[in-house]
Structure formats: structure tokens, C-alpha cells
């Protein structure tokens, strides 16, 4: 069945240091693919979104890109700072049946030192 | 716009105890979900709705029951409190099946069954 795999955190960073967190999928058909995020005492909310291959989304300084040929979408941003601080999911759209339901990665927490 | 909202914020159980989770969304969306969130891993998919009167199981919807009477509201009920149902339940909505459309999420209840 349809997966995402994430780098398990937590990953620690100093302010302005450069981030990727990895991502990757299995999944049949061609499934969008999102980044969530979570900051401590909330729900989730969408951070970005890439509906087809070599697509990249991007908000707020992050990035990450559809990649098919390595089934990736790695999560990167240039410099980070504290309130970027939270827990990143990784998640696919699973295609089977009719509505949207997602598949989310394990999470991986980011701790930004000031 | 409130979004969605959940309630309560958090809730003791005892064993065989029986509770309802409120969710509510007021952007007339007609797609809506309850996800469990267990430390260290992904959401998982209790059960969703693709409009009023129409509910489906999802990934683990055993110990829980659903019913959907109006497009506002998604009440989660926990019939027989166990200890294995002590997790973070997070509600959420979307507007289209589409695969590329995002989900919005409550806040989240956190329970503890003891």
C-alpha cells in the first residue's frame, strides 16, 4: 500500500543554519504530496503542496520539490530561525476511493537554538 | 471564520467510561475526518465523512463510532474507554475529494484513558 517515510528527529539547528528534511513515498498513480506543520499546542496546518512531478511548492522560505525518479520531497530552507521551531509531517493523497484521504509520515520534530 | 473547532481541549477517562468528541467547521465543507495522533507516529485515520449522512471507516476504526446529521458537525464516541485509546484526536475538513485539495484541522483533544 500507498507510504511515506521521514527522517526521524528530532533535528536540532542554531538560527540561519540551512535545513532538509528527507521524505520519501511509495505509492501507485501520481499522488499529490504535502508538507504540514505543527507548532506545540496546536493542530496541523498546510505548510506547502506539489500536485504533480517536478512541481515545487514553497511558503514561507520552504521549499521542496516533486521529484518522481527518486520518489521524493524533501523539505529545505535556506536559514531558519526559533519560530520555525515545530513538528514537520510529510503526507500523500491517497488516491484509492472518492475522497482525499492523506498519508502521513512519522513526523520530525525541529528545535531551533537562538 | 472560526474553522474548525474541537472540544473539549482535554479529557480523563476512566476505564469503560464513554465519551463524545465534539468537532464543528463553519466553511460548509462536506469532506470531514478524525485522526488519531500517537507519540512517534503518524495521524492514522479513524473514520470520515464525504457529507451529511454518509460516514466510512478509516485505518482504525475499532472502539469508535461516528455519525454525521448536519455538514457542521462530526461527533467521535467512545463507547468502552481502554488505555489503548489514550492518544491525541485531531478533527479535520476539506472542501473537494480532490487530491490536491488540503485538509484543515481543529486544534485537537488530548485524552487520557486510565
Known sequence: GNSVTQMEGPVTLSEEAFLTINCTYTATGYPSLFWYVQYPGEGLQLLLKATKADDKGSNKGFEATYRKETTSFHLEKGSVQVSDSAVYFCALSDLGGATNKLIFGTGTLLAVQP | ?114
Not at chain 2, 465519551?19 to 479513524?46: A, E, F, S, V
Open chain 2, 1 to 114: 471564520n472560526a474553522g474548525v473547532t474541537q472540544t473539549p481541549k482535554f479529557r480523563i477517562l476512566k476505564i469503560g467510561q464513554s465519551m463524545t468528541l465534539q468537532c464543528t467547521q463553519d466553511m460548509n465543507h462536506n469532506y470531514m475526518y478524525w485522526y488519531r495522533q500517537d507519540p512517534g507516529m503518524g495521524l492514522k485515520l479513524i473514520y470520515y465523512s464525504v457529507g451529511a449522512g454518509i460516514t466510512d471507516k478509516g485505518e482504525v476504526p475499532n472502539g469508535y463510532n461516528v455519525s454525521r446529521s448536519t455538514t457542521e458537525d462530526f461527533p467521535l464516541r467512545l463507547e468502552l474507554a481502554a488505555p489503548s485509546q489514550t492518544s491525541v484526536y485531531f478533527c479535520a475538513s476539506s472542501y473537494s475529494p480532490g487530491s490536491s485539495y488540503e485538509q484543515y484541522f481543529g486544534p485537537g483533544t488530548r485524552l487520557t484513558v486510565t
